[in-house]
C-alpha cells in the first residue's frame, strides 16, 4: 500500500514555472511506474505525464511536451512535475499516481492516488 502526498500547486503568472512534488507518506513508490494527471471542475481527469519506475522512459500528453517535465528519486520516495511557460489552460488541479503499468494513459493503470494540489495560472 502506498499513500501519496503532493504540494507546491499555488497561483503563478502565464508563463511563469512551478515544481510540484508528489512524496509516499507511507509505502515505498520504488516498484511502481508514476505519473501525473491534473483534472478541471468536474471535467474527465486527463494524464499529463508518466515515468516508468527506474527512469528509464518519460511519455507526455502533447499539450506539455517541450513545457513539462517529470522526474523521480526513488530513494527519496519523490516524484516531481517541473512545469515551466506555464498556459491558461494549464490550470487544474494535478494528481499523482503509483501503478504497476508503465507509462500507462489509463486512470485504471494506477491503483493509488494523492489528493491532489491546485494550479492556478493568472494572465
Known amino acids: 500500500q502506498v499513500q501519496l502526498v503532493e504540494s507546491g500547486g499555488r497561483s503563478v503568472q502565464a508563463g511563469g514555472s512551478l515544481r510540484l512534488s508528489c512524496t509516499a507518506s507511507r509505502g515505498d513508490i520504488t516498484e511502481y511506474a508514476m505519473a501525473w494527471f491534473r483534472q478541471v471542475s468536474r471535467s474527465e481527469r486527463e494524464y499529463v505525464a508518466a515515468i516508468t519506475s527506474n527512469s528509464d522512459a518519460t511519455r507526455y500528453t502533447e499539450s506539455v511536451k517541450g513545457r513539462f517535465t517529470i522526474t523521480r528519486d526513488n530513494a527519496k520516495n519523490t516524484l516531481w512535475l517541473q512545469m515551466d511557460n506555464l498556459r491558461p489552460e494549464d490550470a487544474a488541479r494535478y494528481y499523482c499516481?503509483?501503478?504497476?503499468?508503465?507509462?500507462?494513459?489509463?486512470?485504471?493503470?494506477?491503483?493509488?492516488w494523492g489528493q491532489g494540489t491546485q494550479v492556478t495560472i493568472s494572465s
Open positions: 499516481a503509483a501503478g504497476s503499468y508503465q507509462l500507462g494513459l489509463l486512470r485504471a493503470s494506477y491503483q493509488y
